[in-house]
Each structure stands twice: as structure tokens, then as C-alpha cells.
């Protein structure tokens, strides 16, 4: 399984680019993406939510979430694998297709440039930015910290490339990890990861509203199932 998934990580990896699809002014709707994680009976489970707002206002244009087993283990390195099926079920649902998503998550920020907002692109056919809220280290490598003003970063250097940046998006708080994803340049991705970003959290309002939305919902499936 480790194997196979491999080759296609690096069939994928020399596959993505790390510049503008389009100008972001054009970007009217980003889609946030997280899921949460429990367990049942010796069995694992997921939900996937999809929130997506207006890029100008941050208003919710519409929220859709999918559950099921997730089969596939944990695996170091190969997340994607074991979350996309359920991410893909949610955007099934959609009635309005965002003009890029947002993951909780890395993108290019991986060990094969193969993060979940990396390799979900391909499918997805839109472009993506991965935003974690823990570090992500490659080879024992660590990042520099940004200053303590909005807007400071710095970029995560590794073997000489920039794999992604640790951003400041509010006066003196943790950073944010920001990567690429696929089809936007880290530029771009740091633009619109600071312009939706509002004095509620540190946390991007798109990847902040399906955190929460993603922890609505585990506690109403596994309430509905205790009460069965």
C-alpha cells in the first residue's frame, strides 16, 4: 500500500505549480476545508465539512458535511490517502463550487510537496492552499519565527527551496503555517490567507468555520447514535 502510494506522489509532485491560475482580485468564493476524527467499536470514523464564504464580506454562502469509515490507516506522509475519498463526498454535495479551497492542512509544505491541499488539486480541477496550525518538520528541520506584527513571516527554507511560510496574521500571536497548494503562488496564498483573516481567531475564517462546523457535527452524529 506505502509503495504504491509513493509512485503516485511522485507522479503527481513534478505536476505542480506553484504560480497564478488566474489574478486573485477575480477569487469571489473560498471553500474551507477540515475533518474530525472518532472511534466505535474497534472502528474509525470521519466527517468532512465544507464551508464556503464571500471573500468580501466573509458572509457563509453554504455549508455541507459528509460521515463515513474511514478504512484507510494512518500513515506518516500519506494523509491524503486516507482523506480525500471522504473529502470528495462532501464536494459532491456542493451547490456552489468555490473558486479555490482552503485546507486545514499542508500543501507544499510535505516531504514530496504532497500535503492533502497539494494532492486534493488534482481531483479537484481549482486551486488550493494548505493552512496548519501546528509546524510541520522535514527532516528535523525548524522554521525561523516571524515578527510580532500582522503581516510579518518568514519563509520555511528546506534544502535551499521554500517549501512555505510562517505567517503572523494577528499582532503577537502564534503563526500560521501557509503553503501552496497547487495553481497559486505563495504570494497570492499569503494575500488572501491575511485578507481572510478577521480579529474573531488567527486562523483563516474559511479553515476556522469547518474546524468548528467539523466538531458541530461529530458531537450531533455520535449524540444521534447514543441515543440509538
Same mark, same amino acid.
Given at each position: 500500500m506505502q509503495e504504491e502510494y509513493l509512485k503516485i506522489q511522485n507522479a503527481l509532485k513534478d505536476k505542480v505549480v506553484c504560480k497564478d491560475r488566474f489574478d486573485i482580485s477575480y477569487i469571489r468564493t473560498v471553500g474551507g476545508v477540515d475533518l474530525a476524527y472518532w472511534k466505535e467499536n474497534d472502528k474509525e470514523y470521519a466527517v468532512c465539512c465544507i464551508v464556503i464564504i464571500d471573500v468580501n464580506t466573509h458572509n457563509v454562502i453554504e455549508k455541507q458535511y459528509c460521515s463515513d469509515e474511514i478504512t484507510v490507516p494512518y500513515i506518516p506522509g500519506f494523509l491524503s490517502f486516507r482523506e480525500f !475519498?471522504? &473529502?470528495a463526498q462532501t464536494v459532491k454535495l456542493l451547490k456552489n463550487i468555490p473558486d479555490i479551497y482552503m485546507f486545514d492542512g499542508n500543501g507544499y509544505l510535505h516531504p514530496r510537496h504532497m500535503g492533502i491541499a497539494t494532492y486534493s488539486s488534482f481531483y479537484l480541477d481549482k486551486p488550493t492552499i494548505g493552512v496548519a496550525k501546528t509546524y510541520y518538520r522535514i527532516n528535523n528541520t525548524n522554521y525561523t519565527? !516571524?515578527? &510580532?506584527?500582522?503581516?510579518?513571516?518568514?519563509?520555511?527554507v528546506?534544502?535551499?527551496e521554500i517549501y512555505g511560510r510562517?505567517?503572523?496574521?494577528q499582532n503577537c500571536v502564534k503563526p500560521i503555517f501557509?503553503?501552496?497548494g497547487n495553481y497559486i503562488s505563495l504570494h497570492s496564498a499569503t494575500t488572501?490567507?491575511?485578507?481572510?483573516?478577521d480579529n474573531e481567531s488567527h486562523i483563516p475564517v474559511p479553515t476556522r468555520?469547518?474546524?468548528?462546523e467539523t466538531k458541530i457535527?461529530?458531537?450531533?452524529?455520535l449524540s444521534f447514535r447514543d441515543v440509538l
Open positions: !475519498p471522504l &473529502i519565527q !516571524p515578527g &510580532i506584527y500582522k503581516g510579518s513571516y518568514t519563509d520555511i528546506i534544502n535551499d510562517a505567517i503572523r496574521t501557509l503553503s501552496v488572501l490567507a491575511l485578507r481572510l483573516t468555520l469547518a474546524d468548528i457535527k461529530r458531537k450531533a452524529i
